[in-house]
């Protein structure tokens, strides 16, 4: 343990506070510099970046697109790590300034949305689709949507930042936080025990809002040996619910979508059409 912190009686920014995306972390918010955001030729305009909020809207468009429902969509790549989300262009579809932002040119005028979440909740309203139409179960699916838009900083902003990303391991927080995140995951593998997905027996919104979280928790893939820390072999039905969602094709393109990292073939850092999974995954585009 370090020294214990006295805070100042007004706090005051003393440059950056170090650890992972420290370069662009302020203290204020609106855009930074200028620069107008790209439009394509579909009416859904995505702009993200295949992080676990990003995944969740991409994997929602690529299940609507499998359904059957007119949902074509340009996804353009927004790199927080050089500070995109700041420029004026994407500021307007996002005050907030973090990814995902949808544009949806089929309102007049276009409707922005903003908070992963909302934009669930907004695409499954428009479409028809993924959010059952009876109340009982409509409530349900919201009750766990909104569970994780709750939940998820415990997992990313506070186990997440401290195990993996803070520039120094501090006992206190990580405890702290990994205690609350076994506690998120005990209530899904119980919930799932039950259930074979979260709402119930019906795939909705609310599974994929959770599952890029949790599943990746529990997969392996978020926070180096987060899942070894973790204990992720503990939670049995999560891991069950984890892999027959994985299973599903909408999803393996959905999690492609916007993302800048790992194996180049799996990667589509831009998606305008649905031919591009095929055409141009980062793999292809070098080699070109």
């Avoid at 689709?129 to 838009?149: I, V």
Wanted: hydrophobic content about 35%; charged content about 25%.
């Amino acid at each position: 343990m370090t020294d214990s912190y006295t805070p100042p009686k007004v706090w005051t920014q003393k440059g950056a506070n170090g650890g992972r995306f420290a370069n662009i972390n302020k203290p204020t918010s609106g855009a930074q510099y200028d620069r107008d955001r790209p439009v394509g030729k579909h009416p859904l305009q995505l702009y993200s970046l295949a992080t676990p909020n990003g995944q969740k809207v991409t994997i929602l468009l690529e299940e609507l697109l499998a359904a059957g429902h007119d949902a074509e969509y340009d996804a353009w790549l927004i790199n927080i790590g050089e500070g995109d989300q700041f420029a004026s262009g994407f500021v307007e579809v996002n005050p907030n300034s973090k990814i995902p932002a949808l544009m949806d040119h089929t309102a007049n005028p276009p409707q922005r949305v903003f908070e992963s979440g909302s934009i669930l909740l907004y695409l499954a309203e428009k479409y028809g689709a993924f959010l059952p139409k009876d109340p009982a179960g409509r409530t349900e699916t919201l009750n766990w949507l909104f569970w994780q838009m709750g939940s998820g900083p415990y997992v990313g902003g506070g186990f997440g930042h401290f195990y993996a990303y803070a520039p120094e391991k501090l006992e206190y927080p990580i405890d702290r936080f990994t205690m609350e995140v076994k506690r998120q995951l005990h209530l899904l593998d119980q919930r799932l025990a039950e259930n074979r997905f979260v709402a119930g027996e019906e795939y909705t919104i609310a599974d994929m809002a959770i599952w890029p979280w949790y599943g990746g928790l529990v997969a392996g893939r978020m926070y180096g040996d987060a899942a070894t820390f973790l204990d992720v072999e503990s939670y049995p039905n999560v891991k069950r619910w984890h892999d027959e969602i994985m299973a599903r094709p909408a999803v393996r393109r959905g999690i492609m979508v916007n993302k800048t990292s790992g194996d180049p073939s799996q990667q589509l850092h831009e998606r305008h059409d649905a031919s591009d999974f095929e055409t141009r995954t980062q793999d292809k585009l070098s080699a070109e």
